[in-house]
């Protein structure tokens, strides 16, 4: 294989000194064997005959199986850090990948919830089994906190500190950061931790200080987090769509809504830059019209 050890080495490398997550590391691996096979087909079989040339080629190779530019600029990014670090170790002469632009993505304004829709998900379960209860506070803490649901799955017993009313969060790249939670989400963590999560973790053997559990007594997962919300919104009579994204789209722009400056929710989402937040510029026209009607003197 053209790229031989440096793959693993790439691996290391991420995961010890850029402290990167494993779900990026696994993209990353999977994106450069993409690529490396592509190399193989076209007879490429050293690192320093690849130019710009071939990348362009390889992009167009990407667009003709109908990828997203979102998709190809990922792959992209991937790529360009892959061989930053084959420079790095002296492998290759120069990164050829520093001679493509990435692709322009389309802006798209984030979905998310109403309020009226948030209150119809609010009262979709009625808490009165322990699996009721615990999708409650899984949608009251992710609407609370903003949190991605990787770092919902991930969040342990310990992280969360009632006294102060704060979640310790484990961001992208383990980086560590603290959200508040206010009084709805704790009302119903308390009620789930005291009352449900011993009887969901009863039915395993294997002791767990994860938060959330599912109906085994494991941890729950980033696809049964999506099952649950998906079961919430159809009891809930709601048509849209939902992910756990979109509930982080809502805290986000729910925030701002209400004069929330951007310094903070960047904080709070846990983004490295403000252009990430900046996507939440948007307002809901309910928000927009409110402004109108107060401010103009012929509204």
Do not use: C
Not at 8 to 14: I, L, Q, R, S, V
Not at 28 to 51: G, H, P, W
Not at 149 to 174: M, N, P, R, S, W
Not at 202 to 222: A, Y
Request: net charge positive.
């Amino acid at each position: 294989m053209i790229f031989g050890q440096w793959v693993k080495a790439f691996e290391d490398y991420m995961r010890v000194e850029k402290n990167t997550s494993k779900l990026t590391i696994q993209q990353y691996v999977t994106d450069i064997k993409q690529f490396e096979q592509f190399l193989s087909a076209e007879s490429i079989d050293e690192i320093n005959r690849i130019t710009h040339v071939e990348i362009r080629l390889y992009l167009t190779t990407l667009y003709r199986e109908k990828l997203s530019k979102k998709s190809v600029s990922r792959k992209l990014s991937g790529l360009r850090s892959f061989f930053n670090y084959l420079e790095k170790e002296e492998v290759v002469e120069q990164n050829p990948f520093l001679y493509v632009s990435m692709p322009k993505l389309d802006k798209k304004i984030p979905q998310f919830f109403y309020d009226e829709e948030m209150e119809q998900l609010f009262t979709a379960e009625d808490g009165m089994t322990p699996i009721s209860q615990r999708n409650r506070a899984i949608l009251e803490v992710l609407y609370a906190t903003g949190i991605r649901v990787t770092e919902l799955v991930g969040l342990k017993i310990g992280d969360v500190d009632f006294t102060a009313g704060l979640l310790l969060v484990f961001g992208k790249g383990q980086k560590q950061r603290y959200v508040p939670f206010g009084s709805f989400a704790e009302m119903e963590l308390k009620k789930y931790l005291n009352e449900s999560r011993p009887k969901l973790q009863s039915k395993s053997q294997n002791e767990s200080n994860v938060v959330f559990l599912n109906h085994l007594g494991e941890p729950i997962t980033d696809r049964g987090i999506r099952y649950v919300l998906n079961r919430m919104l159809k009891k809930a009579a709601l048509t849209s769509k939902i992910h756990p994204h979109k509930l982080r789209h809502s805290f986000a722009t729910h925030l701002l809504n209400q004069g929330a400056d951007m310094r903070s929710v960047q904080e709070l989402l846990g983004h490295e830059s403000l252009s990430s937040t900046q996507v939440y510029t948007h307002v809901t026209k309910d928000y927009l019209k409110r402004i109108y009607d107060n401010a103009h003197p012929r509204a």
